[in-house]
């Protein structure tokens, strides 16, 4: 008997201690205290972050209404992107800045709940702070939409948001792939891909639990919705020049003119209006990786 | 009579299999030559725009008037409904070039638009190539990310 009672004891710890340990973890009210936010940069960042790639509308001309509505199909189940457009109600125009930054660099939402990694907090984790400030300056010139976001469509057991917190522990940290001293062009790029445009996020391999297998960085994945494969971007694979990588985030264009197609379409786009030293960045990124 | 059964069976068998039958192969080169084709002269003007060519108005003006010369065939017989990638193989067409035929051709048509927006500038000088490239690779983008199929 007071083995028994010992043992649910230690149950109840155990449970206690998973329970506090995959609790969602907000950053401090203060996160973006004393920086001043500048739209015209946040603009930038919105681009290189391809908000809009995902939480504009379904084939909408003006991406800049962010009312959600696309679908990600995955071995988790569907994810539904929400209204992220600055409506107080619909969207998240109440938010403050600092609940801002924590569903970007801890993917938890103003009431404490997890999200789904759908959303790449993963990425965005590395985000510096006056580039959170400067986005969501940005944020406030953006049209509202009163669009009501769609349910996710996840079944047992990933509908328990708490596994979520597990998963994190897991996977979410803020350490760069790409180590050592980087020159400044390589660190921008090392930026620009691994934190804003979140390249690995298609273009790396993922294990059975969803993350990030970082051993095979960039080298090629399944397409997650379904048909054909993501490109491997390391030199094995990927031989074009860091030229003509540039000229493809800017134009669309292989090197042998063949197009772009499918999701890079929108990420060439928001590319394409970034600086010429910015897709060379990124293009001498790609080139350095192992 | 052991020879009329083995047609009768033959011919049983071939209906049976009836789609795949069909022979495409004629229309899957015709159309995978014109974007080879349009894929030739894009890589003479991008050459020039990014000045790993020497700019030379007549061949930016050749290469432009090719591409608007290729913007004029008619895809009626070069896209026959059942060529689509769930049907054949050795194509990424996908089946909403049929399903949605309008867009698909409203596409082609903006193909043709920035054609003719390039056909206008290629001889003006080596600085007017970059943004028309910038429209034509928006086109192809565009009915790329619609309907063709990822590799």
Not at chain 1, 87 to 116: C, K, M, N
Request: net charge negative; aromatic share 10%; glycine share 12%.
């Amino acid at each position: 008997m007071r083995v028994f009672r010992g043992l649910i004891l230690v149950a109840v710890l155990v449970a206690a201690a998973g329970w506090w340990m995959t609790r969602p973890r907000p950053l401090p009210a203060d996160a973006l205290t004393g920086l001043e936010g500048d739209a015209a940069r946040g603009e930038t960042v919105f681009l290189a972050a391809g908000c809009a790639s995902c939480h504009a509308a379904p084939e909408a001309t003006d991406k800049r209404i962010l009312s959600g509505g696309q679908r990600f199909a995955s071995d988790f189940g569907t994810f539904v992107a929400p209204n992220i457009s600055p409506d107080p109600v619909q969207g998240i125009g109440g938010w403050t800045g600092a609940q801002f930054a924590s569903a970007l660099r801890r993917g938890v939402s103003p009431e404490g709940r997890h999200y789904y990694p759908a959303f790449p907090y993963t990425a965005y984790a590395k985000m510096r702070g006056q580039d959170i400030a400067d986005l969501w300056a940005f944020w406030q010139t953006l049209p509202a939409s009163e669009a009501a976001s769609q349910p996710h469509e996840v079944s047992f057991p990933f509908s328990i948001r708490r596994g979520v917190g597990v998963w994190k522990k897991l996977f979410l940290n803020e350490d760069w792939v790409m180590e050592g001293d980087l020159d400044p062009k390589l660190e921008r790029g090392r930026y620009l891909v691994e934190a804003l445009a979140h390249c690995g996020e298609c273009h790396t391999p993922r294990g059975s639990l969803g993350g990030l297998d970082r051993d095979r960085w960039l080298s090629g994945a399944q397409n997650p919705s379904g048909k054909g494969e993501i490109p491997a971007l390391t030199p094995d694979r990927l031989t074009w020049d860091a030229g003509e990588i540039a000229y493809y985030l800017e134009t669309g264009f292989t090197p042998d003119y063949d197009s772009a197609g499918g999701h890079m379409v929108a990420v060439v786009e928001n590319f394409g209006k970034l600086t010429a030293e910015d897709r060379a960045a990124v293009a001498a990124y790609v080139k350095a990786l192992p | 009579m052991k020879k009329q059964v083995f047609a009768l069976a033959t011919a049983a068998a071939l209906i049976a299999t009836g789609a795949v039958a069909q022979d495409y192969s004629a229309n899957l080169k015709a159309r995978q030559g014109q974007f080879r084709i349009m894929a030739l002269n894009l890589g003479i003007l991008g050459g020039m725009a990014q000045g790993k060519i020497a700019y030379q108005a007549e061949a930016a003006q050749r290469a432009a008037d090719t591409l608007v010369a290729v913007s004029h065939i008619d895809p009626g017989p070069l896209w026959p409904e059942g060529s689509d990638n769930m049907s054949i193989d050795g194509t990424r067409a996908m089946p909403s070039i049929w399903d949605e035929n309008a867009d698909f051709l409203a596409k082609w048509g903006a193909f043709g638009d920035a054609a003719a927006g390039m056909q206008q500038v290629a001889a003006t000088g080596q600085e007017a190539l970059g943004p028309a490239m910038g429209k034509l690779g928006g086109a192809c983008k565009a009915c790329h990310d619609k309907h063709r199929a990822p590799q």
